[in-house]
């Protein structure tokens, strides 16, 4: 069964602090991995794109790494600010069909 | 830059009661999705249309229906709502299945008493 599973659940951290999201998935055919970010009460934005040949892509603090071998996915976060507090959901794509599989999300919350 | 854009945002619908909720977007993409999140679970889709005129069956569509208006508009139905239907919808377009980001709508809360 395809699966995409995170960790951790949730997670609260000091403004200006580092972070890492953990995701695992089992989907297969692998064909992309994606991290969204959605805050409350809003719908998910994509925030990188990995395919299987990407080990790492940053978009500004955001750093994504990908290990298609042990089908393991990172998103790090630097300096963390106030307005990255928000759920992050890893999406894997493929699985025959290019189906969309979600991870339940990691709840961040950054304080002061 | 509208977007993906839902309506309503929010509803309470009495069990037994009929809706359909809109979901329109403006990036001229083939692709469009109807999803439902749930506490503690991940986006479950519902219903998908790869291309104007057709619709497929996700992961959990029963108690649904879709029409796909014409390559803009996207809309799902409950028929007959249950409390189990109680859920946030997500609305969602990509130029085509898979690959290529999909952009999602604000959501719309819906609550069956």
């Known amino acids: 069964k395809n699966q995409v599973e995170q960790s951790p659940q949730s997670l609260i951290i000091l403004e200006g602090k580092n972070c890492t999201l953990q995701?695992?998935?089992?989907?297969?055919?692998?064909?992309?991995l994606r991290w969204y970010k959605q805050d409350t009460g809003r719908g998910p934005v994509s925030l990188t794109i990995?395919?299987?040949?990407?080990n790492t892509k940053s978009n500004g603090r955001y750093t994504a790494t990908l290990d298609a071998d042990t089908k393991q996915s990172s998103l790090h976060i630097t300096a963390s600010q106030l307005s990255d507090s928000a759920s992050y959901i890893c999406v894997v794509i493929g699985g025959g069909g290019n189906k969309l599989t979600f991870g339940t999300g990691t709840q961040l919350k950054v304080e002061l | 830059n509208a977007g993906v854009t839902q309506t309503p945002k929010f509803q309470v619908l009495k069990t037994g009661q009929s809706m359909t909720l809109q979901c329109a977007q403006d990036?001229?993409?083939?692709?469009m999705y109807w999803y439902r999140q749930d506490p503690g679970m991940g986006l479950r889709l519902i219903y998908y249309s790869a291309s104007e005129g057709t619709t497929d069956k996700g992961e959990v569509p029963n108690g649904y229906n879709v029409s796909r208006l014409n390559k803009r508009e996207f809309s799902l139905r409950l028929e007959s709502a249950a409390p189990s239907q109680t859920s946030v919808y997500f609305c969602?377009?990509?130029?085509?299945?898979?690959?290529?980001?999909?952009?999602f709508g604000q959501g719309t809360r819906l609550t069956v008493v």
């Open positions: 990995m395919t299987f040949s990407e």
């Open positions: 969602a377009s990509s130029p085509n299945r898979g690959y290529t980001e999909a952009f």
């Open positions: 990036m001229n993409h083939n692709s």
């Open positions: 995701c695992n998935y089992t989907v297969s055919p692998f064909s992309n």
